[in-house]
């Protein structure tokens, strides 16, 4: 039988995927820092000379393993729309950014900046609204705290954006970078994405992805 919500919720979880990717190729090309996971991702593409499409695959798989192995019910079909697209959708938009956009002035990665970060809420308030399964990188930290109860899954996931940030500039070291790029993968964009994106989520989360999921007719 042909379930509507089901084809929206696939949709919404795609386009959140698709959209967030392109904002981390935005978020690259402001070179003001990027995610925390993609802190992590950032120092690993540094020193293993594979596509980051491919290293973004690999690193999500491990993650996935941890996650089949100690609580699957976190794990869905957007799960594997996050493993098997970011990656590949991110490089490609930013090889095609970066021809486009050489050498960008501080006014103009600062634009890139704001944009990245409204457009990775607005893919995340679909992502999230459509509930079909978290990334292999967020189940992390729900079940040391809802499965293993170590703590609070708000302080959990302070703790693993911190640990992906302090390897992801380790490894940025390790691989002949200087102190110089550190704000690159690390900086203020990191910390915005970090601990200020919630209201913003929400915001489209209420005017724009749950509208979209129910159907205006259903708002109250």
């Not at 973004?56 to 976190?74: G, M, Q």
């Amino acid at each position: 039988m042909f379930n509507r919500q089901l084809v929206k919720r696939i949709f919404m979880s795609l386009f959140g995927v698709l959209t967030g990717a392109v904002s981390v190729a935005i978020f690259k090309v402001a070179a003001f820092g990027v995610d925390p996971f993609q802190s992590f991702m950032a120092g690993l593409d540094f020193i293993v000379p594979i596509n980051f499409g491919t290293l973004y695959v690999i690193a999500n798989a491990v993650l996935l393993l941890f996650a089949l192995i100690f609580d699957r019910h976190y794990i869905g079909i957007a799960t594997f729309i996050n493993l098997f697209l970011l990656g590949y959708v991110t490089q490609f938009t930013y090889d095609l950014l970066i021809k486009i956009i050489v050498d960008p002035a501080i006014w103009l990665r600062i634009i890139c900046l704001i944009v990245g970060i409204v457009i990775i809420c607005f893919g995340s308030a679909f992502y999230i609204t459509a509930d079909l399964g978290v990334s292999t990188y967020d189940a992390v930290a729900l079940i040391m705290a809802n499965t293993w109860k170590l703590w609070k899954f708000k302080y959990i996931r302070i703790i693993t954006d911190l640990v992906c940030v302090i390897i992801g500039c380790g490894l940025y070291l390790l691989g002949g970078g200087s102190w110089v790029g550190i704000p690159a993968i690390a900086g203020i964009g990191t910390i915005i994405t970090a601990f200020f994106m919630g209201p913003l989520i929400e915001f489209f989360n209420v005017h724009c992805a749950r509208p979209f999921l129910n159907g205006k007719n259903n708002q109250k």
